[in-house]
Each structure stands twice: as C-alpha cells, then as structure tokens.
C-alpha cells in the first residue's frame, strides 16, 4: 500500500529528540500543465507542476495553545517525456518558538526522501532531480517572525553547510533503500568561491560524511544522469534554455531571461516593410519574406545560443544575489533508478487521493504570508489558530474566518490606531514577468475535473499529529555545526600569542 505524505512526515518526526507532540498540515495540489519550466526550449516539453505546502505547529503541554514552528513550500515537475521529475525547493522558514532542537531537519530529510527513493515516490518517473538555492535571510514563510527574540536564524556559511549535511543524508538514505543500486550524484556551487575554498568553508562549519561525494559544479554536463528537457530535432536550436529550469524566485531564471533578452550585436533592426498593393511588382519579395515570418519562433532569443553552460555559472557569480556581501549556494541532486511499473498506466494529470486544488494551495500560502504575523508569542499563537481553522475550514466548503485585527484599542481612544496586518505586511515577493515576449497559457481543457475536499481528506491527508517521548537531546560541547534553531554559537578558539623582547647585545 502506498504510504501518503502526511504519513511519511509524521513518521520522519518521531525520532526528534524531547518529549514533543507535533501537529502536522501537508497541502499537495493535483497537477496541472506547466509551461514555465523551460520557456526558452524549443519546443517546449509538457510538463506537469504540483505545489506542496507543510506546517508544524507544536503543541508543549496538553493544555498550552498550538504555535507553528516550521513550514516548507516546495514544488514538483514531471516531465512524461524523459521519465523524469523534479522537486524544487522554494523556502524553509521557522519561527524560533519551538523546543530545542528544532524539528525542521528532520521535516525537510523526510519531505527529499519520500520523493527521492523510487519505493515512495507518487509519480511515475525513472530520474529525480532535486534543485534548490540557499540564501540566509532572517524570514521566509512567517512574516515578521524576525522581531522574535527568540529566533535566531542560521548565517550564510552556516546555511550552506546545513543544507548539504540534510542533503547528504537523504543520498545515504536512499541509497540504502535501494541496496545501492540507485545511481546518485551531488552538485553544488557557491558563487564567487573556488573549490578549494568551499570545501574548506564548509568543512569547517560541519563535515559532511556520505557514500557519494560531492562535485563542485554543475549537473549540465555529466550525461549518467538524463536531464529534464529533452534535446530538439535540430541541433542549432539547442541552447542555454534546453539546460537551466526556471523557478519562481530564483536567481537563475531571472538570469536565463536577462540573457533571453539581450539584443542583437548589430544594434536596432530597421522595420519590416510593409505589404505592398496587389497587383505591384513588390509582391515577389512579400512571398519570399513570408517563410523568414515564418521561421521567427525558431530563432534562438538572445544570447542563449552563444552562453554556454560553463559561462553562465562563471557570469553567476557577479550577479546582485550573489555579491551582496552573503555567501549563497546553488545545490542539485540526480538520483536515477528504474522505479516499479505500479503507477505506469496513471495519467499525469490524474489526480491522486488527498490532493487539493492549486487554488486553495494558493489561498492558504497567500493567507499566510499576507495577512498573519509572528512577532509574539500571542500573535503567533492568534495566527496558528487562524489558518488552521482556515485549513479546515476550505476542507469543508466553509469561508475561513477573517484574519485577526493587530489592534485592540476602540476607535475612540484619543490615540493613534495600528495599522492592520494587511496594511502593516507587505506583499510576497514574486518573480517579474519575463521580458521580450507574452507568454501563452496553455488553454488546451484538462480532462480530470479540480478535486473536491471533505472532512475525510482533511483526516485521511491533510492533518495529523504525534506524541514522543525520547531522550532530551544532550546539551552541547563546543563542536561545530549545530542544527536549525539550537542555542548560541560557541566561543571561537583564540590563541594568545607572546610578544618575544629582542636581547640587547653587551657593548651596546
């Protein structure tokens, strides 16, 4: 029987350290067709996207209200053509009010696993790649959580290093699910950094001890792994598009369309000319201008035929995002294995049991990031309660409650009122439209209706929650590279070096 999500993640919790009980809320939309995964490929691949939203909220005592320590928005392409998918992780945010330590670790390793390891993974697809870029920030998901004083979120190279010892375990857990015959290889770049200096940067945060080593580069140019988007009939149309996915919020796709949309050498093209009158001696050349017409969608924008691969990571390390004084780190991982013939014979687009639709996803995620605020302990608890009766709420076909006011003072206090969260919160940032042409939506008709929730998705899918009662975990002796959410950092080694006095010579 194929294990769900919600189970997975509940299962991946039970080993957190301390006597916790964890409640647990896992969104996955049914698929929809996507034609942003590679805009710049000609002809685009079909390519089917699933957004997946999770939140813990942590209870302490049975009696204390809930508060949400940790969420994680995330995507999933499948790609029919070349048997692959790809699981694009997009933010990982806590609130800092969860009991030490924290549990997302364990949330991400579970969330990578139940997609990497072919025994769990719900869509049919013989390769995964699993793509994200770390960027230390003070918030992600949880708006104003950084006014806690209790968060204290991970720095740069900290980050980095988090992100490859979580990802280094997920290889080594599937590699012993599958008896090592899954064939897994682990990329990673930090821009602006050679390789000898981001293995000893990372390595003197935390080593990272695995079964499959690390590469410093990009996966483009290995082929024991097949990519995404499948190669056109014409070699001259292969280009820098046919290589890099694009993401929403990601550095590389607001790069890939900068170079999409870099104008030709020659300068400014003088204008078509016109049509000219039947019947004129014109017309010849109008009818050997219209195959030039009609070529124009096969032409390479840009500069994307002449940027290679290596180029662009190279010209990456000069971008804003990049040289902002932060270290940031673009990691990817191909894990490739014949997955079982159970699910061969399922649409792509057929929708699975417990899925939602995108646009309750998108009402949760937009409630969240918009309207709720986790400054306090009582606003973060306010707002837990808020969007999990909202949750429950869009489940059973009932309008979620109103976000909470920020201010409780009447209106005739001779004083002046705070502001609304909706006016205090600013937007979401999104991804600016792409340049140099309008994008088409894919208007072909989907043949599987949205899928309709009820109280027993809610149960069966969506919600669950866990008791544990494991050994504290012990406290800390110094050692480098503390996980997500634990105590202060340990005093660095200072060596003390004596000043040696220079003898004076007799006779002097």
Wanted: with cysteine; charged share 20%.
């Amino acid at each position: 029987m194929q294990v769900n999500l919600r189970d997975h993640l509940l299962n991946g919790l039970r080993d957190v350290p301390g006597t916790r009980e964890f409640h647990l809320h896992v969104l996955v939309s049914s698929p929809r067709k996507s034609q942003d995964l590679y805009p710049f490929a000609t002809p685009r691949p079909r390519a089917y996207l699933q957004d997946i939203l999770v939140l813990v909220s942590e209870q302490k005592t049975p009696d204390a209200p809930r508060v949400f320590t940790t969420a994680i928005e995330a995507s999933v392409f499948n790609v029919p053509t070349t048997s692959c998918a790809i699981l694009y992780v997009a933010k990982v945010d806590t609130t800092g009010q969860s009991t030490s330590p924290s549990p997302a670790a364990a949330l991400v390793q579970s969330l990578l696993t139940y997609y990497a390891d072919p025994a769990t993974r719900p869509i049919s697809a013989d390769h995964l790649w699993i793509h994200l870029f770390a960027r230390a920030q003070s918030q992600y998901l949880f708006p104003n959580s950084a006014d806690y004083t209790g968060k204290r979120p991970l720095g740069d190279v900290k980050l980095c290093a988090w992100w490859q010892r979580v990802l280094s375990q997920v290889a080594s857990a599937v590699s012993a699910s599958t008896n090592k015959e899954a064939q897994i290889r682990l990329y990673y770049v930090l821009p602006g950094f050679s390789q000898l200096e981001a293995e000893h940067s990372l390595r003197r945060v935390a080593p990272t001890p695995t079964d499959s080593p690390w590469v410093y580069g990009h996966p483009y140019s290995q082929t024991d792994i097949p990519l995404p988007c499948p190669k056109p009939t014409t070699d001259p149309l292969r280009n820098l598009g046919h290589f890099i996915p694009s993401f929403d919020d990601d550095p590389k796709s607001r790069f890939i369309d900068e170079i999409a949309c870099t104008p030709d050498a020659d300068g400014i093209r003088s204008p078509p000319r016109k049509r000219a009158r039947r019947g004129s001696h014109a017309d010849d050349s109008t009818k050997d201008a219209a195959p030039t017409r009609e070529g124009k969608e096969q032409r390479v924008l840009g500069d994307l035929a002449k940027v290679s691969t290596d180029e662009f990571w190279e010209r990456m390390s000069f971008r804003q995002e990049c040289v902002a004084g932060a270290v940031t780190g673009f990691f990817a991982i191909g894990i490739s294995c014949v997955a079982s013939a159970r699910r061969s014979g399922i649409p792509p687009l057929a929708p699975l049991p417990g899925q939602v639709s995108s646009q309750l996803n998108k009402r949760v995620l937009s409630t969240l990031m918009t309207k709720l605020e986790f400054s306090t302990v009582e606003r973060a608890v306010k707002a837990t309660e808020t969007l999990e009766d909202a949750i429950r709420g869009l489940c059973e076909g009932m309008v979620p409650i109103p976000p909470p006011r920020m201010s409780t003072t009447r209106d005739t206090d001779r004083r002046t009122p705070e502001p609304e969260a909706s006016r205090a919160l600013l937007a979401p940032p999104m991804t600016p439209p792409r340049q140099g042409r309008v994008h088409v939506a894919d208007v072909s008709p989907n043949p599987f209706p949205e899928p309709v929730t009820s109280l027993e998705t809610y149960h069966s899918h969506i919600y669950g929650s866990i008791s544990m009662h494991n050994p504290a975990l012990a406290p800390k002796t110094g050692e480098a590279g503390e996980k997500l959410g634990a105590g202060s950092e340990p005093a660095p080694h200072v060596t003390v070096l004596a000043v040696r006095k220079k003898k004076k010579r007799v006779g002097e």
